[in-house]
């Protein structure tokens, strides 16, 4: 993997170093980089290079942002979670994620590309929803990041791995760089909360001792120690989708891919997912997360891209939801 994509072991000790200036239980089964609430400064307008239509607004100018906060937000379940004192992760260095010009063409589809011509950059550390209306190419644009679907044209670009390039048998290698969240938590049934967690670990061959040590430790990070013993269907939708966050974080991947995690559940649990997220990205973890949550993302204020029929309608640090009808 590229430079940038840190060892497991100093991946530990950064989260340990983040957790300890935070207060909070070390969550040392996740994250790895730079931490994204130590990055100083505002960051550079980063969008990628061409004729693109990315707008991107950044805490350097003095431009106000189009929806900026207002002064008294309406309280929301996600206040805990406002972004205010995280700084924007500067847009310098390589890029953990870069589109150049991508366009994605489903065969069903010849006619209407669910992506068209997207350039823009994702850097270490970044927190990213992704929001648009239903269709607008959310889940198309994360498959390509997991090479679920390679682009039809440009390059998609992972650590600095060409996804657009790789050969099939090298996508596994890619895939435990990459820890995933689904909206129906896509646990195995006929294994235990422990089994399922662990199964991540057994996939990619780590040695017994590392299941026994990282799976509990993890386990405990989300709160379900207690249940490890547990087969998803006696656990509630909260619950099961934190194994599923554990077992993405259990690697301690870099890059952490959610496709609306929480779209199944109700605001409260919600939040304690998202909390677990806000934490996994505040030991460097660069997390992108498609959602139609218009209140998560206006209380979190982390950098949103807007999509639009397969367009970039808008990439803005510190932004919000934006003006959709219902979706
Ligand atoms: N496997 C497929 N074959 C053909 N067309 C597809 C396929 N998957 C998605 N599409 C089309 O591509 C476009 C983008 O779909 P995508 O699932 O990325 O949207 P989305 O923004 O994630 O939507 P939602 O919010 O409903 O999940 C849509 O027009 C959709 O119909």
Redesign the pocket.
């Known amino acids: 993997m590229a430079t940038h994509f840190r060892s497991n072991e100093q991946a530990g000790e950064d989260a340990t170093q983040a957790a300890e200036a935070e207060g909070v239980e070390a969550p040392t089964a996740a994250g790895e980089g730079t931490s994204a609430s130590a990055a100083p400064g505002a960051a550079d307008a980063g969008a990628g290079e061409g004729p693109d239509p990315v707008h991107v607004v950044t805490a350097k100018t003095d431009i106000t942002p189009v929806d900026a906060p207002s002064a008294n937000p309406a309280p929301s379940v996600y206040d805990p979670l406002r972004g205010d004192d995280v700084a924007v992760v500067p847009h310098t260095g390589t890029p953990t994620i870069s589109f150049r010009n991508v366009t994605l063409i ?4 010849p006619n ?1 590309p ?2 068209d011509d997207i350039s823009l950059d994702i850097y270490p550390g970044e927190f990213v929803f992704v929001v ?10 994360l ?1 390509l990041l997991t090479r679920e679907i390679r682009a039809t044209k440009g390059q998609v670009l992972v650590a600095g791995q060409d996804l657009t390039k790789m050969r099939n048998w090298k996508v596994p290698y890619l895939r435990r760089q990459i820890g995933t969240v689904f909206q129906d938590f896509k646990l195995l049934p006929d294994k235990t909360v422990y089994g399922n967690v662990a199964f991540a670990l057994e996939c990619i061959g780590k040695p017994k001792s590392v299941v026994k040590a990282q799976v509990p430790e993890v386990l405990r990070l989300v709160g379900l120690a207690e249940k490890m013993d547990n087969y998803p269907d006696q656990l509630s939708g909260g619950e099961q989708q934190r194994v599923s966050v554990a077992r993405a974080m259990v690697n301690r991947p870099p890059l952490l891919v959610c ?2 995690p929480t779209g199944n559940l109700d605001p409260a649990i919600s939040l304690g997912i998202m909390k677990l997220l806000d934490r996994i990205n505040r030991t460097g973890t660069t997390v992108v997360m ?1 959602t ?1 949550d218009r209140e998560m993302v206006d209380s979190m204020r982390r950098r949103v891209i807007a ?1 639009e029929a ?1 367009h970039v309608v808008r990439d803005q640090e510190r932004g919000g939801y934006g003006f959709y009808g219902s ?1």
């Open positions: 489903y065969p069903a589809q209407k669910a992506l648009g209306h239903s269709g607008s190419g959310k889940s198309t644009f498959r496709d609306e498609a139609h999509l397969g979706l």
